[in-house]
């Protein structure tokens, strides 16, 4: 269980308020909402968090692959990924596992769930990742004081939204190689920060988890990862990791859009997604 205890008498919802203000200092390595900030940052140049005066809040480290049920209990709180990786799932009715989508450092895994009272969502936490767990009437207040931070993170989930109908094209149309590389541009996507895109890509996912998300077996998608680095495609840089090797050429054949990472939409000669979502 997280500990929360705060300095003075200042509640949750008044130090999200205090936090979200209008400066442009950068939040210090470690703060845990510092990855937050610097996604919604991309969707409201002027909204930042400023220096760290939450106390002693810590993320809970995950020691083990966790699944996170959704349960009428858990639907006020929220679940934001401080580092590492989570995904959201269903079980379907003939027992297949579907992955709707990956978060990364920075994201509120279950948002939809809490914009959408009636919408369950299932989240798998995987090993190594630190998850912070905040009230979430406490954000429903911040929001209705500050509606700068609602609509930042509003346009941040629809950004999302966008971009996984964006890969439901590739998985009904496209090539198995195309699927595993939509995939691979998504998780550069969801990595990028202000230092720029991660070259260095990996899923911290199985592959029979990335299977589950692609729509094929295991063995197949296996086949796919070695076509593709045959083809020089792709390189895989350690044991897990990969780089995308002409990463322009790809998103063109794709017809691919960064949501996340305007300037590689620009780069390419493609009109900034955000400015769309605003």
Not at 47 to 60: F, K, T, V, W
Not at 106 to 130: E, H, P, Y
Not at 251 to 262: C, G, K, M, T, V
Request: glycine share 4%.
């Amino acid at each position: 269980m997280i500990r929360l205890s705060f300095q003075g008498r200042r509640t949750m919802t008044q130090l999200l308020i205090h936090n979200f203000d209008r400066t442009r200092h950068p939040l210090p390595q470690g703060n845990p909402l510092r990855r937050l900030s610097e996604r919604l940052t991309k969707f409201d140049d002027d909204l930042s968090l400023s220096s760290l005066d939450i106390g002693s809040a810590e993320p809970e480290t995950i020691m083990r692959d966790t699944t996170l049920w959704s349960r009428k209990e858990e639907q006020d709180t929220l679940y934001l990924l401080v580092k590492g990786c989570a995904f959201t799932f269903s079980i379907l009715p003939n027992g297949r596992r579907f992955i709707a989508d990956v978060y990364r450092g920075g994201s509120i895994c279950n948002w939809r769930g809490f914009a959408m009272n009636s919408l369950s969502t299932d989240i798998q936490v995987k090993a190594g990742a630190q998850l912070l767990r905040l009230p979430a009437e406490a954000l429903r207040k911040a929001c209705a004081d500050r509606p700068a931070l609602e609509n930042a993170l509003s346009l941040h989930e629809n950004a999302r939204a966008y971009r996984s109908l964006q890969r439901m094209r590739t998985l009904v149309v496209g090539r198995s190689e195309d699927k595993f590389l939509h995939f691979l541009l998504d998780l550069q996507d969801e990595l990028t920060t202000p230092q720029g895109p991660k070259e260095q890509i990996d899923p911290i996912m199985t592959q029979i988890e990335i299977s589950d998300m692609l729509g094929m077996s295991a063995v197949h998608l296996n086949r796919t990862i070695q076509s593709l680095l045959a083809a020089k495609a792709i390189e895989r840089t350690t044991r897990t990791t990969y780089r995308i090797k002409d990463r322009e050429r790809e998103a063109e054949n794709l017809n691919y859009r960064y949501f996340f990472s305007p300037d590689l939409n620009e780069s390419s000669g493609k009109h900034s997604s955000v400015e769309q979502l605003r």
